[in-house]
Protein backbone atom coordinates (compact mmCIF):
# COMPACT_ATOMS: atom_id res chain seq x y z
CA UNK A 1 0.00 0.00 0.00
CA UNK A 2 1.46 3.20 -0.67
CA UNK A 3 -1.64 5.41 0.09
CA UNK A 4 -1.43 7.92 3.10
CA UNK A 5 -4.29 6.31 5.49
CA UNK A 6 -6.89 9.20 6.89
CA UNK A 7 -10.17 9.53 7.86
CA UNK A 8 -11.09 9.63 4.46
CA UNK A 9 -9.35 6.70 3.26
CA UNK A 10 -8.13 4.12 6.05
CA UNK A 11 -6.53 1.64 4.59
CA UNK A 12 -5.32 4.54 2.00
CA UNK A 13 -7.09 2.30 -1.00
CA UNK A 14 -9.00 4.94 -2.57
CA UNK A 15 -5.28 6.91 -3.09
CA UNK A 16 -3.69 3.79 -4.22
CA UNK A 17 -6.82 3.00 -6.78
CA UNK A 18 -5.59 6.16 -8.86
CA UNK A 19 -1.83 5.35 -9.17
CA UNK A 20 -2.49 1.89 -10.81
CA UNK A 21 -2.05 2.17 -14.40
CA UNK A 22 -4.77 0.88 -16.72
CA UNK A 23 -7.25 0.21 -13.76
CA UNK A 24 -10.71 -1.03 -15.01
CA UNK A 25 -14.49 0.17 -13.27
CA UNK A 26 -14.61 -3.43 -12.50
CA UNK A 27 -11.66 -3.27 -10.53
CA UNK A 28 -12.45 0.28 -9.13
CA UNK A 29 -15.94 -1.11 -7.47
CA UNK A 30 -14.51 -3.97 -5.57
CA UNK A 31 -11.57 -1.11 -4.12
CA UNK A 32 -14.63 1.43 -3.36
CA UNK A 33 -16.18 -1.80 -1.87
CA UNK A 34 -13.36 -2.98 0.46
CA UNK A 35 -12.89 1.02 0.84
CA UNK A 36 -16.85 1.57 2.26
CA UNK A 37 -16.49 -1.64 4.51
CA UNK A 38 -13.35 0.48 6.14
CA UNK A 39 -15.54 3.25 7.11
CA UNK A 40 -17.39 3.49 10.58
CA UNK A 41 -20.36 2.27 10.79
CA UNK A 42 -22.20 5.61 11.83
CA UNK A 43 -19.82 7.50 9.15
CA UNK A 44 -21.52 9.34 6.40
CA UNK A 45 -19.78 7.67 3.50
CA UNK A 46 -21.03 10.55 1.04
CA UNK A 47 -19.77 13.24 2.88
CA UNK A 48 -16.80 10.94 2.59
CA UNK A 49 -16.94 10.49 -0.98
CA UNK A 50 -17.27 13.86 -1.79
CA UNK A 51 -14.15 15.00 0.39
CA UNK A 52 -12.43 12.20 -2.02
CA UNK A 53 -13.69 13.20 -5.29
CA UNK A 54 -11.85 17.19 -4.26
CA UNK A 55 -9.09 15.55 -3.27
CA UNK A 56 -8.72 13.24 -6.09
CA UNK A 57 -11.12 13.46 -8.82
CA UNK A 58 -10.78 17.07 -9.65
CA UNK A 59 -7.29 16.19 -10.63
CA UNK A 60 -8.04 12.87 -12.38
CA UNK A 61 -11.80 13.53 -13.77
CA UNK A 62 -11.44 10.69 -16.34
CA UNK A 63 -10.12 8.11 -14.12
CA UNK A 64 -12.72 5.33 -13.21
CA UNK A 65 -12.84 5.42 -9.40
CA UNK A 66 -13.86 9.02 -10.13
CA UNK A 67 -16.95 7.84 -12.16
CA UNK A 68 -17.08 5.37 -9.44
CA UNK A 69 -17.52 7.80 -6.61
CA UNK A 70 -19.98 9.94 -8.48
CA UNK A 71 -22.32 7.16 -8.73
CA UNK A 72 -25.03 6.99 -6.24
CA UNK A 73 -24.28 9.84 -4.49
CA UNK A 74 -27.16 10.76 -2.43
CA UNK A 75 -29.73 8.29 -3.63
CA UNK A 76 -29.51 6.46 -0.44
CA UNK A 77 -33.14 4.56 0.20
CA UNK A 78 -34.39 5.97 3.18
CA UNK A 79 -36.14 3.18 4.97
CA UNK A 80 -39.84 2.54 4.80
CA UNK A 81 -42.07 1.05 6.90
CA UNK A 82 -43.18 -2.58 4.72
CA UNK A 83 -45.87 -4.20 4.64
CA UNK A 84 -48.95 -5.00 7.60
CA UNK A 85 -52.20 -3.82 7.41
CA UNK A 86 -51.90 -0.99 9.97
CA UNK A 87 -54.13 2.00 8.61
CA UNK A 88 -55.86 0.61 6.32
CA UNK A 89 -59.33 -0.29 6.43
CA UNK A 90 -60.37 -3.62 7.03
Given at each position: ???????????G??????????????????????????????????????????????????????????????????????????????
Open positions: MTGTPDTLDPKLIADSYRIEGITAGECRSIFLDWALSLPVDGDTDTARLGLIARHGTAHPDHPMTAVLHEGLGTQARPRRRGGWRGRAR
